[in-house]
């Protein structure tokens, strides 16, 4: 009695299986994909359908663990119930990932003044990202200050450089301050730039324009300086042009480049980048 209730249960679920159209499922965007981390997730889609073209997309079920505000490696699986029909569970992999790059902010002045004789202190600079945290960003693997250019004895201009790449690997545009150590207090020949001047363009290629808008200055020279500090480039300035200025570097190479206009208001600085 029990052979013939089982071999009929065997037959029975037999010609329901048969019964059972065989389905595919059908993954759109690829079986491995990657995101951004703290985005929201859509799917790039999926289809289902039997060999006779019937459509069961609506029936497939979606599982898996996915946050998308966690940087790592998911699983996603699609199938079909059992109830609907034969089919083959398909999978996603889907990648969550870090692809935005840092930014360095500085704190305090720049250009930031020094006295001489005295230990350099660095104000300091923000770091922001869309994932990591301030103090996760500040390891020395990540966070590459150099501040061994500036001298606490010798009057000139410094630069400190700010370098930072991310724990996944994004590097941020480094970023640059000017030290200028001085003996003097800042007086009428130190830096000054709440001077109006309008400096353009910037990148600039051939020619940069200065037009100054300041009421009772007087421009007196112009100086470049390389990244080093170093004066590459000097132009003094005739009575008759000491409210606009053409100057011409067409000989400098590609980077970055500091203008020092030297006035009788003082010294207005600004960063330019050579760019052909």
């Not at 700010?162 to 007086?187: C, F, H, Q, W």
């Not at 200065?210 to 080093?228: A, G, H, R, V």
Request: aromatic residues 12%.
């Amino acid at each position: 009695m029990k052979k013939r209730y089982f071999l009929l249960l065997f037959i029975f679920a037999s010609s329901f299986l048969k019964a059972q159209p065989t389905i595919y499922i059908n993954l759109f965007g690829g079986s491995e994909i990657t995101r951004d981390v703290k985005t929201v997730f859509v799917d790039p889609g999926y289809e289902a359908k039997d060999s006779a073209g019937n459509i069961y997309t609506t029936s497939v079920v979606v599982t898996g663990t996915l946050n998308m505000n966690i940087i790592g490696t998911y699983n996603l699986k699609y199938s079909i119930p059992l109830n609907i029909g034969n089919a083959t569970s398909v999978f996603r992999i889907v990648h969550v990932v870090d692809r935005i790059k840092p930014v360095i902010n500085l704190v305090g002045p720049n250009p930031y003044y020094h006295p001489q004789h005295q230990q350099y202190v660095d104000p300091g600079v923000m770091l922001n990202d869309n994932y990591y945290t301030d103090a996760q960003m500040r390891l020395p693997q990540y966070f590459q200050p150099d501040y061994s250019k500036v001298s606490n004895d010798t009057p000139g201009y410094y630069f400190v450089i700010y370098k930072l790449t991310d724990p996944s690997g994004n590097v941020a545009d480094s970023v640059t301050r000017m030290i200028i150590v001085n003996e003097r207090a800042p007086g009428i020949n130190e830096v000054n730039n709440s001077l109006n001047f309008d400096v353009y363009p910037n990148p600039v290629s051939d020619f940069i324009y200065i037009e100054n808008k300041e009421p009772n200055c007087e421009m007196q020279s112009l100086n470049i300086l390389d990244i080093t500090g170093k004066q590459v480039l000097s132009q003094n300035v005739t009575k008759e042009k000491i409210t606009d200025y053409k100057l011409d570097i067409g000989k400098l190479e590609n980077g970055i480049y500091l203008l020092q206009i030297e006035t009788n208001q003082g010294i207005y600085l600004k960063k330019i980048l050579v760019s052909r």
